[in-house]
């Protein structure tokens, strides 16, 4: 159960805090909530103050309005908003798959607020296109999994088109239909905000961000992938670690896209590591 909620504005925001010292913010992804990291934030809570928090529209927050988009800008600005108020300094982030994409865009606009930056396979589609083979797979991911899929919201088709999202980004086609009813049922609860991600502009939920202004930003950075991700995602990972100037990378074995879900033991070993530095 959250620790507590917390209001910004029009929104409110369930929170859950554990331990003492640094302070971490986790930031989750899309198809999830603050109960992804919650094994490794118990864990590294002897450490650190692990903050984690679900965002704007995921469960159990309110759902969006009809017609409401999602706006990533908006999500960073609420990270930036989560952490000024429940730390006291700067914080280490740590961002999964989308939650990575928001934890970036809000380390460039205030970098001062940043100790560290993790980024677990960001999916930052746009920046395929500054990859020398990055561009096959821009079209082919918008191809068989963007466009599906958005098909499929704007047809009301939610159930259809999380399917086709979740299996598309894990390279697992089936994989929906072979889980458990209670854990199909169980992501279904994302249905609204993955509805409102795909029907939100591209330049509003994927904003581009260029490598030039990637190398501005100075805060130290680990780059996190799978070793069983798609290619598309080592990609984006090669564009990032070519262009970000203090960052370091680290592929994690037997694990795909959720290494953090996959291969819990070596992420939090390295991310313990990581965090003892900063």
Not at 155 to 176: A, I, N, S, Y
């Amino acid at each position: 159960m959250p620790d507590l909620v917390l209001s910004l504005d029009d929104y409110s925001f369930q929170v859950v805090i554990e331990g003492d010292g640094l302070p971490v913010v986790f930031v989750h992804g899309s198809v999830a909530d603050l109960s992804t990291f919650s094994g490794i934030s118990n864990r590294l809570s002897g450490a650190f103050r692990c903050i984690s928090y679900s965002r704007r529209f995921h469960p159990p927050n309110a759902p969006p309005e009809p017609g409401e988009i999602y706006d990533t800008a908006r999500h960073a600005d609420d990270l930036l908003e989560i952490a000024t108020r429940l730390s006291h300094g700067p914080v280490a982030v740590v961002g999964s798959s989308f939650g990575g994409y928001v934890a970036l865009i809000a380390a460039m606009r205030a970098p001062e607020r940043f100790r560290a930056l993790v980024l677990c396979e960001p999916p930052m589609i746009p920046l395929l296109l500054h990859h020398p083979t990055g561009k096959a797979l821009h079209d082919q991911f918008l191809h068989e999994v963007i466009e599906p899929a958005r098909s499929l919201f704007r047809q009301g088709m939610d159930l259809e088109g999380l399917k086709t999202f979740v299996e598309g980004v894990r390279g697992q086609p089936g994989w929906f239909d072979r889980l458990f009813p209670p854990l199909r049922r169980d992501l279904l609860r994302f249905g609204p905000e993955l509805r409102a991600e795909f029907l939100t502009g591209d330049t509003t939920y994927m904003p581009e961000i260029s490598p030039d202004a990637l190398r501005d930003l100075r805060v130290p950075t680990l780059l996190l992938g799978g070793a069983l991700s798609k290619p598309m995602f080592g990609a984006i990972l090669d564009v990032l670690e070519s262009s970000i100037t203090n960052a370091k990378r680290t592929t994690l074995r037997h694990a795909g896209h959720l290494v953090h879900l996959q291969n819990p033991a070596a992420f939090e070993s390295t991310l313990r590591d990581f965090l003892r530095r900063y």
